[in-house]
Nanobody, 126 residues
């Protein structure tokens, strides 16, 4: 079991930036996937960005070139730098992680992850 705690959400105007952080405590898989998902009201949770234990990253098409996922050298913290935010980026953002069984791309389904954070709200006003 891995405990994940997100931070860094908030409210910004369109064009602004936010940096989300996810801290992981507990079992650290030798081969893992860490991901950021988001869920807007009335919509399904969708993958935003992923990074695996080898540093391979993937992004949803809607955020490519604007969002950047990174991890610290201890591999216990994963950040999501969000630039040029748009109103359609408004959502609850969740951090998730699991071991090698996960297809570590933004197309991974939510069922593939057993460990989730509580979420942090991002609101972008026009």
């Amino acid at each position: 079991q891995v405990d994940l705690v997100e931070s860094g959400g908030g409210s910004v105007q369109a064009g602004g930036s936010l940096r989300l952080s996810c801290g992981a405590n507990g079992v650290i898989y030798s081969s893992y996937c860490m991901a950021w998902y988001r869920q807007a009201p009335g919509k399904d949770r969708e993958g935003v960005a992923t990074i695996d234990s080898e540093g391979v990253v993937t992004y949803a098409d809607s955020v490519k070139g604007r969002f950047f996922i990174s991890q610290d050298i201890t591999q216990t913290t994963v950040d999501l730098q969000m630039n040029n935010l748009k109103p359609e980026d408004t959502a609850m953002y969740y951090c998730a992680t699991d071991g090698p069984r996960v297809d570590c791309t933004v197309k991974a389904t939510v069922d593939e992850f057993n460990n989730w954070g509580q979420g942090t709200q991002v609101t972008v006003s026009s």
